[in-house]
């Protein structure tokens, strides 16, 4: 029996790219007849013909699939609910703007075949992306390696393959502000990398905005560090420390070398701006976990699918 390769392509507003991007697909691994795949688009909640798209696509060719959901949850949720229903042996996440080049699959399959259980991308080019967008790219991966205990490299993408057993631990994880490629390197496993050139957009325009990247990398640093509560930990303590030899200078001097320099009134206002300094950057950090506490403990579904296409109902 052939094997199945379940490829999980997230939506949002791609109508024009979604028959390319399945063509490349097709195209790719008809080169490998020894393999049947499906394709899983799962519409996050679109606001162009996107679904439409996805629905012709599927009544030509039954290894198209599809989730709809009923608003956009964000593509972390939508990954996450193609791997949910995907069926395969292995599973492919990829873009579908085709800056995740279909042909790099054959590299995946070739590595899964020897051995690997995770194969993961490294963006050597980015062609489609600005130079902020590069500087803060490289300036995140610097600070999460350093204050998270999971290490990944620069340049890392969603773009990658994971083994079936990998995918059926990750069903498991319960948390709703998830960071995908964290969590699958979080996990281990045996792991192979793969470098790729990733190309400009050939239709529309990057709908991941800068807001929705800073909120990735907040949900980052606070799911895989404790470093934040630690910091504000030690900020309070150096504030202290400070604040403490301003105080007993300021306090020295008026009594010995040069009396009432600094009246009662200036020592008092800087012994508030420390102490407040130190209270409002600790409730800053605490604030963040106490809001992913709430949003754990509220137990609302990470998406909501309104159709299926093709998917049967027990996945």
């Keep these: 029996m052939k094997k199945l ?7 949002f507003n791609e109508e024009q790219n979604i028959p390319l991007v399945f063509d490349e697909i097709k195209k790719t691994l008809l080169t490998r007849p020894e393999y049947d795949f499906e ?3 799962v519409n996050d909640g679109s606001r162009d013909n996107s679904l439409l798209e996805i629905l012709k696509l599927s009544r030509e060719d039954i290894r198209v699939k599809g989730l709809d959901f009923s608003r956009n949850f964000g593509k972390e949720p939508a990954t996450s609910a193609g791997c ?8 492919i996440t990829m873009d579908a703007d085709l ?4 042909v790099v699959m054959l590299q995946f399959l070739k590595l899964w075949e020897e051995g690997a259980e995770v194969v993961y991308t490294v963006r050597k080019e980015n062609r489609g992306a600005g130079l902020f967008k590069k500087l803060s790219s490289k300036v995140f991966y610097w600070l999460f390696n350093k204050v998270s205990a999971v290490k990944t490299e620069s340049g890392t993408t969603d773009f990658r393959l994971m083994d079936k057993k990998v995918i059926e631990v990750f069903r498991k994880f319960p948390e709703r502000e998830r960071m995908f490629r964290g969590m699958i390197d979080w996990m281990g496993y045996k792991r192979a990398k793969v470098e ?9 325009v990057a709908t991941y905005s800068y807001g929705k990247l800073f909120q990735l990398a907040l949900n980052s640093l606070t799911s895989f560090s404790l470093l934040p509560l630690r910091l504000a930990g030690y900020i309070g303590i150096v504030i202290m420390l400070i604040s403490g030899f301003l105080l007993l200078g300021m306090l020295v001097t008026n ?9 009662p009134i200036a020592i008092l206002g800087v012994s508030n701006m420390f102490l407040i300094g130190i209270v409002l950057i600790s409730l800053g950090f605490i604030a963040l976990y106490i809001a992913r506490i709430h949003n754990e403990v509220i137990n609302r579904p990470l998406y909501i699918v309104r159709e299926k296409v093709n998917i049967s109902e027990k996945n």
């Design 255 to 263: 009594w010995v070398s040069a009396p009432n320099m600094f009246t």
């Design 39 to 41: 394709v899983i688009f």
């Design 5 to 11: 390769i379940s490829v999980v392509i997230p939506v």
């Design 196 to 204: 790729f050139v990733a190309p400009e957009r050939i239709h529309g």
């Design 99 to 102: 800056q995740h080049p279909p």
């Design 84 to 91: 949910h229903v995907a069926t395969g042996d292995a599973v």
